[in-house]
């Protein structure tokens, strides 16, 4: 991406998630975890929430820091709760939060989504947020998650599609950020736009078409706290993330191209009007 190469320079980082070294886009940089942190079970799995009841058996596959486990282990209370992430230094923050809340009813540990170290038929409830999106092959890591879920449990998937997001006012510095956004995921052999893709995914992995509850659910980040909070978020990323060094490493962005990303979110969070949406898939399927 020529218009984002000028004379910057920086390190590479690269973060594998999985055994087949795929690459997280993200990494774990303090400006990601800020995001993760932020979610729980009723703004990123309210479509999973009416399949729940205490005593069912879940895992959560690409935990992170765990705010999201942590809200699920207490709506399952006493069913036992496990937390699976490529990221050692994410599960000990994850397990950290466990002990502070004093939550006792859930494990994390480091895993592989491609190869899930738990016997078949193991769970009630398999879920996934914004995990496949990042995976070079979604199909194998649903046919994991299927393995590993008892006949009759439920694999629960949801992912965001970069190409469904909208904001106002128009800015073409976004524009170009969604660009590079996508030739860095394309570069990492991921789908930045896996969302409209969950349900043919979930089909493929061979799920049976009759027991597959497919819908869509956005975040909107529009009120004065929002969009700076959004706005600064991604303008840390764009300078400091894997993201950033992503871009470098794959000669499609300089810290000069990156910079002037950067200002472009700042300038965005600064209006009044700012407005942001984020278009999610999502997928209940029966195992």
Known sequence: MSRWLGNGSAAVLQCPVTSRSDVYTHGHHESVLRSHRWRTAENSAAYLLPHLRPGLRLLDVGCGPGTVTLDLAGRLDPGEVVGVDASPSVIEAAAKAAADAGTTNVTFVVGDAYALDVPDDSFDV????????????????????RRVTRPGGIVAVRDADYDGMAWYPASSGLDEWLTLYHEVTQANRADADAGRKLHSWVREAGFDPAGIQPGASAWCYATPHDRVWWSDLWADRCVRSNFAAQAIEHGLADEVGLEQL????????????????ILHGEVVARA
């Open 262 to 277: 950067a200002d472009a979110w700042h300038q965005w969070g600064t209006h009044e009007d700012a407005w942001f949406s």
């Open 126 to 145: 398999v879920h996934a947020h914004q995990v496949l999106q990042h995976l070079s092959d979604p199909v194998a890591a649903l046919r994991e998650m």
